[in-house]
């Protein structure tokens, strides 16, 4: 099992929609960061989070640190955020370095 | 500003040969990492320095060997391509202290024939 898992692995939406994607973790953690990477293989990051809720633009992401649990969500969904959206942890034992969850590929449809 | 820099952006090249995969920053920050990704999966760690001359091995198993001579340069090297290396290999570099964000170079895309 790995230690983060999101949900869904793909999703389609309509323009407009509202989207929220999951990721669990199952390791004690200093920080989650939410990551962007479109079909260019570039990676962006969106969200940095230790505790509580950040919102930028239409991005906004939660995390529940005693449940293991963040979420990102999209409001009024837009053909350009297709992309893939990627949940890492930075684990309290390893210092800096990330692990990552599998990804999910979100496409929306105009 | 990522501020974090690789080259080439795609390689294709052939079986047997050495390749250097370059990765700048030029904010002068000490910690860097190497990540492979093959299409469609997660990201895996294969190399990270927290400075100059300061080199360490990562999660994923990796035939591939960097270096760490100045602050702003992280080099990857294979000294023998093969078809198996194929994968898109992504740079970045974390911020000063434990808990910043961590920027990401454009990856390079390399395709071993």
């Known amino acids: 099992k790995n230690e983060v898992e999101q949900s869904p692995q793909n999703l389609t939406a309509q323009e407009g929609e509202f989207i929220t994607i999951n990721c669990s973790y199952s390791?004690?953690?200093?920080?989650l960061h939410w990551l962007q990477q479109h079909p260019g293989g570039g990676i962006v990051s969106l969200f940095m989070l230790s505790s509580g809720k950040k919102k930028h633009g239409r991005l906004i992401a939660t995390i529940n640190i005693q449940e293991k649990h963040s979420s990102l969500h999209i409001t009024a969904s837009h053909p350009r955020d297709s992309a893939v959206y990627i949940c890492?942890?930075?684990?309290?034992?390893?210092?800096?370095?990330?692990?990552f969850g599998e990804g999910t590929q979100l496409t929306v449809n105009p | 500003e990522a501020d974090i820099y690789q080259t080439p952006r795609y390689l294709v090249i052939g079986t047997g040969k050495k390749i250097t995969l370059e990765c700048s920053q030029t904010m002068g920050h000490d910690k860097m990492y190497w990540y492979q990704q093959d299409p469609g999966m997660e990201l895996h760690l294969i190399h990270y320095?927290?400075?100059?001359?300061?080199?360490e091995k990562g999660d994923l198993s990796s035939e591939s060997t960097v270096s760490r001579i100045r602050t702003e340069h992280f080099p990857l090297t294979l000294e023998s391509a093969r078809p198996s290396h194929t994968s898109q290999y992504l740079c970045?570099?974390?911020?000063?202290?434990?808990?910043?964000?961590?920027?990401f170079g454009q990856g390079t895309r390399l395709t071993v024939v």
């Open positions: 390791v004690g953690i200093s920080a």
């Open positions: 320095s927290y400075g100059v001359n300061s080199t």
């Open positions: 970045a570099r974390g911020g000063q202290g434990r808990n910043t964000e961590a920027f």
């Open positions: 890492a942890v930075r684990r309290e034992t390893s210092g800096s370095r990330l692990t």
